[in-house]
């Protein structure tokens, strides 16, 4: 896979350098202590994840107009990798509660609630598309869902934080002004490196499902030599698993 | 605009004959306030508990219909005859929309009157309460008939509709409730932020009906 | 050159990684009559479908009517007559609901004519007495005849026929016959077991083969007895 290598190596660097400057570099918060900086890691997951369902929104447009499979592909692997993130958005996030105020869960911060309704979505994309047995209309149902839920997301965060802000005043007021300098630093080398991962990590199992596209092909052509070939197909006739 | 109409009135004709969704809906609606009655252990609801009860059931009860949906279609082979002939294919959409709306104004229309009779002190909210349900009803048919859409083709769709259409209509909760609290209220009903409501639940609709028109023909082909 | 009513080169289709029509091609000039056999499971009703614009080919090129699909759909729409496997009847609406709201869908203006072809067709197939029953109470006979009032109401110019005379004794198949009948305007082709009957109808042969590849084509004439029961004879891969 071209580029592959390159681009684990830069993510690596960027995690690297991330790490080390949240540990050394960033300033330790007066109030919430040490456990603060899990805020590199936790808004970081939840921006790039967030971008990743967009993403898949965008490849399943192209996907709907031009019917290649190739964008489904891409679509699906996008999805699928930030909803891992997504767990490890609310994993960290919890865990940010915990040590801030003593619970394991906080309704009044809007963004960590959008998050689990996103992410309550985004958890029906794999029994919808597992519950469509046709190929074809199981790679345009995902699309379409994709779609929709592309659009439901910024809908979801305005409704959300309408809610919350009528009623608490936002708690966790770290992300949007008021970060001083050697915490903007620390947070756009974290966002670089969370979204070189995702980037790396994508590309790595849309690398793997061609690979074993690629594998049930020659097994079928091996298997019935006989029959007449039809025009190459796609990697994702066989491999959006 | 044809298609629409005759598509509309053949659902309409269907129902009234075979009366097999809106009846249920209105039997389950009721049976859910029992049950929060004594699930809440509160003989009188208001503001916050009072909307969230009715719109709650109310969303629920409408899974029972969206189900449904396009059951007849794709088991009595309408879906062909539909796409064979010249129409477009968001006329079917915006039919079964349309029918979700109708079979939703119908049972809130009978099953309001019975929220009030069991739950509140006054009926002066029922009036502002209907026009917040009728935006809600909207935004709830344009996800609800395009997720059917996509269920209807599937294995466990009875199951598939609800997973998928709750966690899209979370905004349209939290939008319809923020305006029907208010309107709750014990004192009576205020109006103070039930505009920004209003407005958000108008940009979920308008949203999911573009979505709707921009993605169903997709859904139709094969 | 009058543009042909069907016109397959290689057409090919295939679902979930089982391939069901294998490298098909075939004309029908227009006016003409298509007769399509094969064994079960040879892709004739997929076939069939195909040229209704239902489903998208996998591969190769298909027209109907001269639009191409499937980009051109759209424009063979309202022009074609199909008559499935299923009656395609909604259960709760009666006989003569049903063929309104076809008629609805296919545009036929004014609502009165529509109603005089509604009317026209039911007595043809005898079905006039029972334009008020619901279309559950009808047996699978009277639910074909209602069938294929519903495909040709429209007038189509294309006409596609899925065992039209399943369920049909000889008498109702007497009836439906003249209005599927192949004519100036109007091309056919029609899905068949009753290989005997198809071949002793003349017009053109299309047999397919187990798996969907074509055994034979043109002229029906060309395929013997013999011939067609060693299609079906043949066992499947």
């Known amino acids: ?241 | 605009m044809r298609a629409f109409s005759a598509i509309l009135a053949k659902d309409l004709r269907v129902e009234l004959r075979t009366l097999q969704s809106v009846p249920g809906m209105v039997l389950f609606a009721v049976t859910t306030f029992v049950l929060f009655r004594f699930g809440l252990d509160r003989t009188s609801l208001e503001g916050d508990l009072a909307a969230g009860v009715l719109l709650a059931t109310v969303l629920f009860a409408a899974i029972l219909a969206v189900n449904r949906l396009f059951v007849a279609e794709r088991d009595q082979g309408g879906l062909d005859a539909i796409r064979l002939a010249p129409v477009d294919a968001t006329s079917l959409l915006a039919a079964k929309a349309t029918a979700l709306v109708v079979y939703l104004l119908v049972l809130e229309a009978v099953t309001l009157p019975v929220f009030a009779v069991f739950f509140l002190d006054s009926w002066a909210a029922l009036p502002p309460l209907m026009l917040v349900l009728v935006l809600a009803d909207v935004g709830l048919a344009a996800t609800g008939a395009l997720i059917s859409s996509l269920a209807t083709g599937s294995r466990a769709r009875d199951l598939l509709v609800p997973l998928v259409l709750l966690p899209l209509l979370v905004p349209l909760m939290i939008a319809a409730a923020g305006a029907a609290e208010p309107l709750l209220a014990a004192g009576g009903p205020e109006y103070g932020r039930v505009a920004s409501w209003l407005a958000v639940l108008g940009l979920y609709d308008v949203v999911f009906l573009l979505v709707g028109y921009g993605v169903f023909d997709f859904v139709l082909e094969d | ?237």
Not at chain 1, 108 to 136: K, M, N
Not at chain 1, 214 to 241: C, K, M, T, V
Not at chain 3, 150 to 172: C, F, I, N, Q, Y
Not at chain 3, 178 to 183: F, W, Y
């Open chain 1, 1 to 241: 896979m071209r580029g592959l290598r390159t681009l684990s190596i830069a993510t690596v660097a960027a995690i690297v350098a991330g790490v080390a400057l949240v540990f050394f570099y960033a300033p330790l918060d007066a109030d919430q202590g040490f456990i603060q900086k899990i805020f590199y890691l936790h808004v970081p997951l939840g921006i790039v994840a967030l971008a990743g369902f967009m993403v898949a929104a965008v490849h399943a447009i192209r996907h709907l107009r031009s019917g290649d499979p190739i964008h489904d592909a891409r679509s699906y692997v996008s999805i699928h990798i930030s909803v891992i993130f997504g767990v490890a958005v609310l994993a960290t996030g919890s865990i940010w509660a915990r040590a801030s105020w003593g619970k394991w869960w906080v309704w009044d911060e809007p963004t960590l609630v959008s998050f689990l309704i996103v992410f309550l979505l985004y958890a029906t994309y794999y029994p919808l598309r597992y519950a469509i047995e046709d190929r074809d209309r199981q790679a345009r149902y995902a699309s379409v869902f994709a779609i929709m839920a592309g659009a439901f997301v910024p809908l979801n965060f305005l409704a959300v934080r309408l809610a919350e802000s009528l009623l608490h005043p936002r708690v966790f007021a770290t992300a949007e002004g008021g970060m001083p300098g050697p915490m903007w630093l620390t947070f756009l080398v974290s966002l670089a490196g969370i979204a070189l991962l995702w980037l790396t990590l994508v590309r790595f199992e849309l690398a793997a499902k061609d690979a074993s596209a690629q594998l049930a092909r020659l097994r079928r052509a091996l298997e019935a030599p006989a029959r007449a070939a039809p025009a190459r197909r796609d990697l994702a006739r066989s491999g959006a698993r």
């Open chain 3, 1 to 237: 050159m009058d543009v042909p009513a069907v016109r397959l080169v290689g057409l090919w289709r295939e679902f979930a990684d089982r391939v069901v029509l294998q490298d098909v091609s075939v004309a029908l000039p227009p006016g003409e009559s298509l007769v399509v056999l094969g064994p079960n499971g040879a892709g004739k009703t997929t076939l069939l479908r195909i040229l209704a614009t239902l489903l998208r080919p996998s591969g190769g090129e298909a027209s109907v009517l001269g639009c191409r699909l499937p980009r051109e759909a759209w424009r063979a729409r309202g022009r074609i007559g199909y008559v499935a496997h299923e009656p395609l009847l909604y259960r709760d609406l009666t006989v003569a609901e049903n063929l309104r709201f076809h008629a609805r869908l296919h545009g036929l203006q004014p609502a009165e004519a529509a109603e005089a072809r509604i009317a026209e067709l039911l007595e043809r197939v005898g079905m006039a007495p029972r334009a008020g029953e619901l279309a559950r109470n009808l047996s699978a006979g009277m639910a074909q005849r209602v069938a294929v009032c519903r495909a040709v109401l429209h007038e189509p110019e294309l006409l596609l026929l899925d065992e039209p005379h399943a369920h049909l004794d000889p008498e109702a198949g007497g009836l439906v016959e003249p209005l599927i009948a192949p004519g100036v305007a109007r091309s056919r082709v029609t899905v068949t077991h009753d290989f005997r009957a198809g071949l002793a109808g003349g017009g053109r042969v299309l047999a397919l083969g187990h798996g969907g590849s074509v055994a034979y084509e043109g002229p029906a004439e060309g395929l013997s007895t013999a011939d067609a029961e060693a299609i079906y004879r043949e066992t499947p891969r």
